[in-house]
């Protein structure tokens, strides 16, 4: 017998939308990135990329539990000295409702080249319309 070693080369990747109206963000980031990684498929490895292609609609309806739109802050930084900058959720979701989903998916993917190559394939959209019928995305329930 053979040690099956996945290749990149011969994952075969799939296109999928996930409509995120009335999702709760915690439940649907950690199925996202599952997803991304390609952990729920039985050829996964840590070392390959065998992931899906993961399209998100509707990413300004998305829901919080409890308080979080007033009290979770999000962070970064200018590079300068005290350039801390912080913008609550409530404000995100108004300016950029992309960014609370690509922060959230972000945390959970590993923090490395792999990691960002992963997420180059989340593609996230506010409304219900997408530019990418052309690779004919299923819908996944999540």
Request: glycine letters at 8%.
């Given at each position: 017998?053979?040690?099956?070693?996945?290749?990149?080369?011969?994952?075969?990747?799939?296109?999928?939308?996930?409509?995120?109206?009335?999702?709760?963000?915690?439940?649907?980031?950690?199925?996202?990135?599952?997803?991304?990684?390609?952990?729920?498929?039985?050829?996964?490895?840590?070392?390959?990329?065998?992931?899906?292609?993961?399209?998100?609609?509707?990413?300004?309806?998305?829901?919080?539990?409890?308080?979080?739109?007033?009290?979770?802050?999000?962070?970064?930084?200018?590079?300068?000295?005290?350039?801390?900058?912080?913008?609550?959720?409530?404000?995100?979701?108004?300016?950029?409702?992309?960014?609370?989903?690509?922060?959230?998916?972000?945390?959970?993917?590993?923090?490395?080249?792999?990691g960002r190559r992963?997420?180059?394939?989340?593609?996230?959209?506010?409304?219900?319309?997408?530019?990418?019928?052309?690779?004919?995305?299923?819908?996944?329930?999540?």
């Amino acid at each position: 017998m053979k040690t099956f070693t996945l290749k990149e080369s011969e994952v075969e990747k799939k296109w999928y939308v996930v409509d995120a109206q009335d999702k709760t963000l915690g439940r649907l980031a950690t199925q996202i990135a599952v997803h991304l990684r390609g952990k729920h498929k039985p050829i996964f490895a840590y070392h390959a990329d065998a992931g899906d292609f993961i399209v998100v609609i509707n990413a300004e309806k998305v829901a919080m539990t409890g308080q979080k739109w007033e009290k979770k802050i999000y962070y970064h930084h200018s590079g300068y000295i005290g350039g801390l900058k912080q913008i609550t959720a409530d404000k995100l979701r108004t300016k950029r409702p992309e960014d609370i989903i690509r922060f959230a998916v972000r945390g959970m993917l590993p923090k490395n080249i792999l990691g960002r190559r992963q997420l180059k394939k989340l593609k996230i959209y506010s409304g219900p319309d997408h530019p990418h019928q052309a690779q004919q995305p299923e819908k996944l329930e999540l």
